[in-house]
């Protein structure tokens, strides 16, 4: 099974600040990587797709790169409506995988 | 609008099962392959079944396979989750996902449906 390795596991920043967080898999996922945010009470929601490729109706202070084996998620402009759990997950093989996610918190 | 609404969870003994219902609406659930992802409380996700549009094909991992089916019944756009000899481990909200038509990424989810193995 892929392993997916989730960073930081929590973070905490200032309102228009820019915060990354980081996936690594433990093999190459050829940009078959997904990221999903989870507001607190509610299912997650797909942000990212192919690594970098924005969900409909994502903002753009969202965005995704990577390859290989190690991919980040950008906020620029952090808002109070960002505060959430983020996830990463691989589709590149069966089973599908997901980090361990990442809380964010507003200093 | 695209709406997944799941039902069919509850408290469940161990080693008993339970079955997951997902109605889908609002595209042609036909075309589009689905799956069942997991929650346990406080916790990470972790994917449980895929489907192929057709139902000819299903995929699962090794922590449900041969326990767990996942089926559906597209004149009914319905999706389903099939649980036998549950494990206080399966305690969970249960998601019913669509997967993108081109990529397998996870574009829909419904509200989640909370099961709870417990004696």
């Known amino acids: 099974d892929i392993q997916m390795t989730q960073s930081p596991a929590s973070l905490s920043a200032s309102l228009g600040e820019t915060v990354t967080i980081e996936c690594r898999a433990s093999?190459?996922?050829?940009?078959?990587l997904a990221w999903y945010q989870q507001k607190p009470g509610n299912s997650p929601q797909l942000l990212i797709y192919d690594a970098n490729s924005l969900a409909d109706g994502v903002p753009s202070r969202f965005s995704g790169s990577g390859s290989g084996t190690q991919y980040s998620l950008k906020i620029n402009s952090l808002q109070s409506e960002d505060v959430a759990s983020y996830f990463c997950q691989q589709y590149n093989n069966y089973p599908y995988t997901f980090g361990a996610g990442t809380k964010l918190e507003l200093k | 609008e695209v709406q997944l609404v799941e039902t069919g969870g509850g408290l469940v003994q161990p080693g008993r099962s339970l079955k997951l219902s997902c109605v889908a609406s609002g595209f042609t659930f036909n075309n589009y392959w689905m799956s069942w992802t997991r929650q346990a409380p406080g916790k990470g996700l972790e994917w449980v079944a895929s489907i192929t549009n057709s139902g000819g094909s299903t995929y699962y991992p090794d922590s449900v396979k041969g326990r767990f089916t996942i089926s559906r019944d597209n004149a009914q756009n319905t999706l389903y989750l099939q649980m036998n000899s549950l494990r206080s481990e399966d305690t969970a909200t249960y998601y019913c996902t669509r997967e993108g038509l081109w990529v397998s990424s996870f574009d829909y989810w419904g509200q989640g449906v909370m099961v709870t193995v417990s004696s």
């Open positions: 093999e190459d996922i050829y940009s078959n």
